[in-house]
Nanobody, 118 residues
């Protein structure tokens, strides 16, 4: 699976951004699609994910501010980020999880920088 992420940039605190991640295959064949982020000096952490059945989950600090959604016709998953804070500054990575014969394989997009600063 190849993942093409886009939509990062510089935004002021309180602003919004929408990230997009286009998958190279039908997203119904992907067990879960999600977004992770990594700030300098920190480990990569889950932001939000959506399963092929449409179930979503979010990291606690993103609940109420971020929304993950998908367009199945475009094989694309989105992350709408509102009320952005400086601590949301990080490289955001798109992730796809495929489970084959009980083994989970992770695929990563190239990362897109989000900077929240005045």
């Amino acid at each position: 699976v190849q993942l093409q992420a886009s939509g990062g940039g510089l935004v002021q605190p309180g602003g919004s951004l929408r990230l997009s991640c286009e998958a190279s295959k039908n997203i119904f064949s992907i067990n879960a699609l999600g977004w992770y982020r990594q700030a300098p000096g920190n480990q990569r952490e889950l932001v939000a994910a959506i399963t092929k059945s449409g179930s979503t989950n979010y990291a606690d600090s993103m609940k109420g501010r971020f929304t993950i959604s998908r367009d199945t016709a475009k094989n694309t998953v989105y992350l709408q980020m509102n009320s952005l804070k400086p601590e949301d500054t990080a490289v955001y990575f798109c992730n796809a999880k495929l489970v084959v014969l009980g083994i989970t394989k992770n695929y990563w997009g190239q990362g897109t920088q989000v900077t929240v600063s005045s």
